[in-house]
């Protein structure tokens, strides 16, 4: 299993934190231990000072697949959740400086937390998916899947141009204005439309 994440996929979050945005998906990715397990406690990690939050819908892969065509891109994923691309952000920026490759900032061991799976079957429409994030009850990040610069089938069909997709991969596909810090005891929540699918306290 693996985890491909997609940045700068909306133009408010590309331009909050400095970046210019793409014309073609941003790819990175995470280890299968980067995914925090069902019901296990998430801490805060001890080589970062500014832990991020960024919440982002997730697409879970159904068929192996290469070289995908846009078109067929829809048939390689059956169902999206929410979940946090946790940042080590001082780190990030540092390597970033540097021109140094991010997964010290992004791909640790459980920075990646994905809600409960939502089939596509019971979602109307994957180009009007809205979805919203919590900390401590305030609203702190809003987003829709027609926002995204790249669609899930172009994210899709991209990144098989150069990796395997396989049942089971993860990909999350980037997230919207609004990231910000974490710090011990915050409780953090995210939704689907109206429906609570992620619920997290930083220890
Ligand atoms: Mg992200």
């Given at each position: 299993m693996k985890i491909f994440c997609i940045g700068r996929n909306y133009a408010e979050h590309a331009k909050e934190l400095g970046n210019a945005v793409p014309d073609e998906p941003v790819v990175f990715m995470k280890p299968k231990n980067a995914l925090l397990q069902p019901h296990m406690p998430f801490y805060y990690p001890e080589f970062t000072n500014e832990l991020h939050y960024e919440c982002e819908l997730v697409l879970r892969v159904c068929k192996n697949g290469k070289y995908i065509q846009p078109q067929a891109a829809s048939r390689y994923y059956d169902a999206v959740t929410t979940g946090i691309?946790?940042?080590?952000?001082?780190?990030?920026?540092?390597?970033?400086?540097k021109g140094l490759p991010w997964e010290k900032a992004k791909s640790w061991d459980n920075s990646a937390v994905v809600g409960t799976w939502i089939p596509f079957g019971e979602i109307p429409s994957a180009a009007d998916i809205r979805f919203s994030f919590k900390k401590n009850g305030e609203l702190v990040q809003q987003g829709n899947s027609a926002e995204m610069i790249h669609s899930f089938d172009t994210i899709v069909a991209h990144i098989s141009q150069y990796f395997s997709v396989n049942i089971g991969d993860l990909i999350f596909t980037g997230t919207p204005a609004g990231v910000g810090e974490v710090v011990v005891g915050?409780?953090?929540?995210?939704?689907?439309?109206?429906k609570s699918l992620l619920k997290l306290e930083v220890k």
């Open positions: 691309d946790f940042t080590a952000r001082d780190l990030q920026q540092e390597l970033k400086k915050d409780e953090l929540e995210a939704f689907l439309g109206e």
